[in-house]
C-alpha cells in the first residue's frame, strides 16, 4: 500500500508541476476534469481563499462549476461536474474546514453556493 501511495503522490505533484507551466497565463482558464478534482492543486499558497459554485453560467451552460477565488479575484483554476452534489464531494474532499454560504440575493443568477 505504501508504494502506491508513493506513486500517488509522485503523479499528483508531476501532472500539477506540467499543468501549472501550460497554464501559466492567468487568461487561459485550467479546467480540472472529473478524475482529477481540487486535490491535484497547491492551495496554500493562495490568501482567503473561497470557492464560487455556479449552476450552468453563460460559459458553461451544461455544466456546474466551481471556481477557485483569491478574495475578490477570480482564478484560473475551475472544475466542472454534472451535478451540484458532485462539486460538493470535490470541495469537502479537499477543503474539509471550509463551510457553505447560500446565495445572496444580490449575486448573479448562475451563483449556487460559495464555500469559505
Not at 500539477?16 to 479546467?31: C, D, E, H, N, P
Not at 451552460?61 to 451540484?84: C, H, M, Q, S, W
Request: aromatic share 12%.
Amino acid at each position: 500500500m505504501k508504494g502506491s501511495q508513493d506513486n500517488a503522490k509522485f503523479i499528483r505533484r508531476y501532472v500539477g508541476i506540467v499543468l501549472k507551466k501550460l497554464f501559466a497565463s492567468r487568461t487561459t482558464a485550467l479546467i480540472v476534469n472529473s478524475c482529477l478534482g481540487f486535490c491535484f492543486f497547491d492551495t496554500q499558497g493562495r490568501k482567503d481563499g473561497i470557492i464560487c459554485v455556479f449552476n450552468k453560467p453563460d460559459d458553461y451552460p451544461d455544466k456546474y462549476v466551481a471556481r477557485l477565488f483569491e478574495g475578490t479575484a477570480p482564478t484560473n483554476i475551475i472544475i466542472t461536474r454534472n451535478t451540484v452534489e458532485e462539486i460538493r464531494e470535490d470541495i469537502t474532499r479537499r477543503f474539509p474546514a471550509m463551510l457553505p454560504f447560500a446565495r445572496n440575493k444580490e449575486d448573479h443568477k448562475s451563483v449556487v453556493e460559495s464555500w469559505i
